[in-house]
């Protein structure tokens, strides 16, 4: 991607910004904590696990979840994506449709930036180190930027929007996938939840950065709810066993 052409390079590892250790840190003794870092061999099949694996019932809803997103992309194709929060790239290579698609997965894990680059980079799929907030990315660079699983690592939502929207060209869309969005009255509960999980996993300094996101933070952009986990008919379905996400999908057009 030649947006990425002036930047260094560490162990062929493109680094927008320098690296940083406190979040990674925590970050990383979670995953391998929860058995969520996945060998080379593992990382290539994703969306899909064997059904044995302890993890398969999830990955069988990102599987859903991905399906949609690219039957929605081939009806509004995109050139140009980011996929912030990208991990282990899985989902970066999933978006490399045509050869016209350029996609570029960018995160602040190394260990698995370094595997998704290993495993996915190619002409049309790059990967790149960096904090969105210190990188110093051109403004209207892409057409999608996507933010699945990952909204809850970042501590100031509104913040995070205005930051990624000023990176849309005129037309583009911003896609928040597989997060949870809380009313105001379910945070305290939330908070809770989070602090006796890492506690009881043994990783209690992940609950420092995990954060529990409100609509509220969303109600200055203007946004349409492509899924909404709330609606009767799907909580319906979910209890029925059907596969049906929890988290909403929200999407944020830029005029």
């Known amino acids: 991607m030649k947006l990425l052409n002036n930047y260094p390079e ?21 995953r391998i904590k929860e058995g969520r870092l996945y060998p080379d061999e593992i990382v290539k099949q994703l969306p899909y696990l064997p059904l ?53 997965g960018m995160d602040i894990n190394t260990p698995e930036l370094e595997q998704a680059n290993r495993i996915f980079a190619s002409d049309q799929c790059s990967f790149a180190y960096g904090d969105i907030f210190k ?10 930027i996507l933010l699945v699983s990952c909204i809850q690592y970042f501590p100031d939502l509104s913040k995070l929007m205005h930051c990624l929207t000023s990176l849309l060209s005129p037309g583009g869309e911003l896609h928040i996938m597989d997060s949870p969005i809380y ?28 954060h529990h996101h409100c609509w509220e933070a969303l ?16 909580k319906v379905l979910r209890k029925l066993g059907a596969t049906k996400s929890p988290f909403p999908w929200v999407i944020i057009s830029k005029p």
């Open 135 to 144: 990188a110093t990315l051109p403004e209207h660079s892409f057409d999608l």
């Open 10 to 30: 560490i162990n062929n590892l493109t680094h927008l910004t320098p690296p940083e250790n406190d979040f990674e840190a925590a970050y990383l003794e979670a």
């Open 183 to 210: 009313a105001a009255t379910q945070v305290a509960q939330a908070k809770s939840r989070t602090k006796a999980y890492y506690q009881e996993q043994g990783s209690s300094s992940m609950k420092d950065h995990y």
């Open 52 to 104: 044995e694996h302890p993890q398969a019932r999830e990955w069988k809803l990102r599987q859903h979840n991905v399906k949609l997103l690219l039957e929605q992309l081939k009806k509004q194709p995109k050139s140009s994506i980011l996929d912030l929060g990208c991990g282990n790239g899985w989902l970066t290579h999933q978006l490399v449709t045509n050869e016209e698609v350029q996609v570029l």
């Open 219 to 234: 109600s200055e952009f203007s946004y349409q709810l492509q899924y909404n986990p709330s609606n009767l008919t799907n």
